[in-house]
């Protein structure tokens, strides 16, 4: 295969019921990649464990844990706390490995697995984390966030809201986790650079170059020609497309965006397919070219859509002489040209099987249902690559640029610290409610609020429509600054130390 590849570990016929061996950890390593991990919370510890990034020396606890992921699509409170226990207890994070970047590449939640509480637990356990948006992760968030089902199979959300509806853990509870360590550590794609010219991409679905550049455009950020032969731009501009992303996360507007591209994709879809489904296939033969090239000008036109869901076989068939379905594959998937830029590496991805030039898929099928032996993959890394955690913070009062005197401008400050006071005192109000509550008043009084979220104002809830009381962020101000070239975490990692 072409490409210098990042070192990919795979392990045949793993079994994750049974403690796993760590692999060494090589020098320098400072990142991870995990693969799909289908909504299964146990997929994720045995991959920390196997990596070498977490230790588990204890089989029994192991062993036990094994046996509550099993019954974790109806959990008890006891087996809440058993599993937190294992985790503070029993699965042990050593301090020289903190500094290491653990990567995934999606379906972490809403997927075919048991619990996605669990999922959540675990990720609250890891120091440094970088998640590449997914599909079923973006159906987490709508049904957390507009109660819409937009993705199957979600198996594991069924286990998450049983244990809600029993009062085994609240849905602000859930919401709390999700704020503050899965959206600060969202992004669209991740990279590793080793210089002088070796550029490794991770995405959630398999892409090409101009999906790339699409998705530059439609985040106004400058993509000349010549960038696909200069892997410092291309990082400057993945980290642009990440910071303009994370913006539009904490502004609530992303998910609107993307389910607008998702519904257009998908009416203009089935406009083409329809188009196609009337053809024989020697008409559809005759002018194969300019179908393909309407299909793949379809995925350009949404971007966001097309990053995330795009696979080789583009879901549209034709029937050949016999009745039987042949798919149409997309050409730019099979073309080492388009499918990496002009840079030693390669493209990891998960959501499609298909092994593509310059790709490795780690959409694996172990961990996916009941499955649970089979390939296990991962990779490490040693380049250069960036990942801060948004920061959410208060925004300042604002000088009005405008004002004509010194006096109207001191007035106007005056005016915005006393509104921010205001605000501050009904946030009080909101904290003061869950004073005196203990936990199964606290989730009745969550339940409440399902039912009508009119009944409060809490900044950390969310509106299931976007109002203007209710936002998953406190009036959000970016602090992250894009680097004109990527960081190396082990360097900057030994300066904090320091």
């Known amino acids: 295969m072409a490409g210098i590849a990042p070192q990919i570990k795979s392990i045949a016929d793993h079994d994750l019921n049974k403690l796993p061996v760590a692999m060494p950890l090589e020098d320098k390593v400072n990142q991870l990649t995990y693969g799909d991990l289908h909504g299964n919370a146990l997929l994720l510890i045995n991959l920390l464990i196997t990596s070498g990034y977490a230790k588990c020396a204890d089989e029994k606890a192991y062993d036990e844990i094994v ?4 019954r974790s699509e109806k959990l008890t409170k006891p087996d809440l706390e058993n599993f937190q226990k294992f985790l503070d207890d029993k699965l042990v994070f050593p301090e020289e490995n903190k500094h290491i970047l ?48 937009t993705c199957s199979p979600n198996v594991s959300y069924g286990g998450l809201n049983t244990a809600i509806e029993d009062k085994i853990i609240t849905k602000i509870e859930i919401m709390e986790i999700f704020r503050e360590h899965i959206f600060p550590n969202l992004v669209l794609i991740g990279y590793d650079f080793k210089e002088p010219n070796t550029l490794d991409l991770f995405q959630h679905a398999p892409g090409d170059f101009n999906s790339l550049r699409k998705l530059a455009k439609y985040y106004h950020v400058p993509f000349d020609p010549e960038i696909k032969s200069d892997p410092k731009k291309i990082c400057a501009a993945i980290d642009q497309i990440n910071t303009a992303f994370q913006i539009s996360v904490q502004n609530n507007t992303f998910l609107d965006e993307y389910l607008m591209q998702k ?4 009416a203009d879809f089935e406009e083409l397919k329809t188009e196609i489904d009337k053809l ?20 350009w036109n949404y971007p966001l859509y097309a990053l995330i869901w795009r696979r ?4 549209m068939f034709i029937s050949d002489n016999y009745g039987d379905l042949i798919p149409i594959v997309l050409p730019s998937f099979s073309s080492a040209e388009t ?19 310059n790709s490795h898929t780690f959409d694996k099928d172990i961990g996916s249902g009941d499955i649970c032996q089979g390939e296990l993959v991962f990779a490490t890394s040693t380049g250069a690559t960036k990942h801060e955690p948004a920061v959410i913070v208060k925004a ?29 005192e009904a946030e009080d109000e909101d904290d003061n409610i869950w004073e005196g509550l203990d936990y199964d008043e606290a989730a009745d009084f969550d339940e409440k609020i399902n039912e009508n979220p009119a009944t409060i104002h809490s900044d950390f809830l969310h509106d299931l429509e976007y109002g203007d009381r209710f936002t998953m962020f406190d009036r959000p101000k970016r602090k992250i600054k894009p680097l004109d070239e990527p960081e190396d975490v082990s360097q900057s990692t030994k300066k904090q130390k320091k």
Not at 312 to 315: F, Y
Not at 397 to 421: G, M, P, R
């Open 67 to 70: 046996k509550l992921y099993d």
């Open 102 to 149: 653990i990567r995934l590449l999606g379906d972490m939640f809403y997927d075919r697995g048991k619990n996605d509480a669990l999922t959540l637990l675990v990720l609250k356990k890891i120091k440094r984390k970088q998640i590449i948006l997914s599909n079923h992760d973006i159906g987490f968030w709508i049904k957390l966030i507009k109660n819409k089902d």
């Open 263 to 266: 519904n257009q994709f998908t």
């Open 280 to 299: 024989q296939l020697e008409e559809f033969e005759k002018d194969k070219e300019t179908y393909i090239k309407k299909l793949e000008q379809l995925y």
């Open 312 to 315: 080789p076989e583009a879901e």
């Open 339 to 357: 499918r990496h830029p002009n840079v030693a590496g390669c493209t990891i991805h998960g959501h499609d099987k298909h092994e593509l030039p």
């Open 396 to 424: 300042e009062a604002e000088v009005d640029s405008d004002a004509d005197t010194e006096d109207e401008a001191k007035a106007e400050y005056a005016d915005n610290e006393e509104e921010e006071e205001i605000e501050q």
